[in-house]
């Protein structure tokens, strides 16, 4: 069982004010909240998945839509320049985060247009950086923000999580192993460079073998790592899915798995076995890597395998409700994991879409869960009547056309 109480008490990661400006559709934004749940209600287009996004900009990577940073600013203001910025609260204590982009004015007020946003980060001659600042310092990267605040999402363009392509489960599965390994990030980056820089290797037959085992030295000490970090998340949430097992029965417990060369051969051999046989297995392997044109064997090739427990059945085969509630079963035990884990802190959510294929008993029990974990959740809906179930226990907001209303 797990030893966690039903209700976390400790403390969590939550947003107590946020003001965006000219971010997506909204000019400008101010708001102020607790650490209770938080909904947002209101019809298509009104800008609720957007001030999600604006969140998880808080966190590292490129936010919930993966989105390019010419694609945030609102393209109506005739101007790249777009700012969001919170007060946040984590393990850590309280912290300021800000980011955006400043002084890209377009030539003569002109609003960007399509031309611009297809050629991703050039306007004009300038390239488009997204600054980003905690605690009045300027980051070089956004991965020390995962110090600040930790959290996780689920967005209606995760409801193909099971039946898409191995990457998305991948970067997934990365998501969950960031908050117990903050450094995987930064390997994670490392790995890509190494490998990007060997695939470009392999195009020139005359390459100094010297050069190639420089580089397959650095992905072999840096995937194993990655892999390690991937078994121990893998470990521990199965630990928190069997002790949860009968009590979050709403939501089908899943059964997780990792399907990779490294992980496979972690589970039988000591790291630095797996670390020797991967560096031969990439020397070995250069000439059908260069016929392929690109590196076959790694931690990059890993998949998550998820099943649907009480059906003994892989996920991609399950409906598209059950494929939700395995995804929203992992979610919320990933949640009580870091809850366990990390001091009794539960992480931030952001849920787009939330209620839309539960019914309502699965609805009251996902937010029963939230209450029980006492995290900032951040739901979205168009149905207001969907979450009157939480009553004075969460803050409802009226999203209106880029504005708020209390
Ligand atoms: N860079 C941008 N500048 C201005 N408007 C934008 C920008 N990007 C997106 N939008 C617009 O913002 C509006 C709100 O989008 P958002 O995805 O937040 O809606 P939503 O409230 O989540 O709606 P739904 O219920 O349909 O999911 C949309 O009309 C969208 O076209
Ligand atoms: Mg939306």
Redesign the pocket.
Known sequence: MSDSPDCCPLGRNWVEALSLHN???YTSLKLQLSPAPVV?V????????????AISLLSPGQGLRRATTV???????GSYDWAVSADVHGIMGEARIGTGVTSNRLPGGSVPGQTDLDNGREVGSETLRRKIRMNGETLSSSTPLGQSIQMLWLT?AMDGLFTGAASERRRFLDRLMLVFTPESRKQWNLFERAMRQRNKLLEDTNASPYLFEGLEMQMAELGVAIAASRLETIERLRGVIAASRDRLNAFPFATIALDGVLETALEEKPAVDVEDDYRRLLSEGRQTDRAAKRTLIGPHRTDLLVGHGPKAMPARYCSTGEQKALLTGLVLAHARLVYDKVGGYTPLLLL??IAAHFDEIRRHALFDEILALNCQAWM???DRQSFTYFGERAQLFT?ND?EIVA
């Not at 209101?42 to 996004?53: D, I, P, Q, S, V």
């Not at 694609?71 to 203001?77: L, T």
Request: aromatic share 10%.
């Open positions: 971010f997506r559709n947002l209101g019809a298509n287009g009104a800008g609720k998945t957007n001030l999600l996004e694609e945030f600013g609102c393209f109506s203001s209606p787009d879409e979205t809906g168009t999203v880029a």
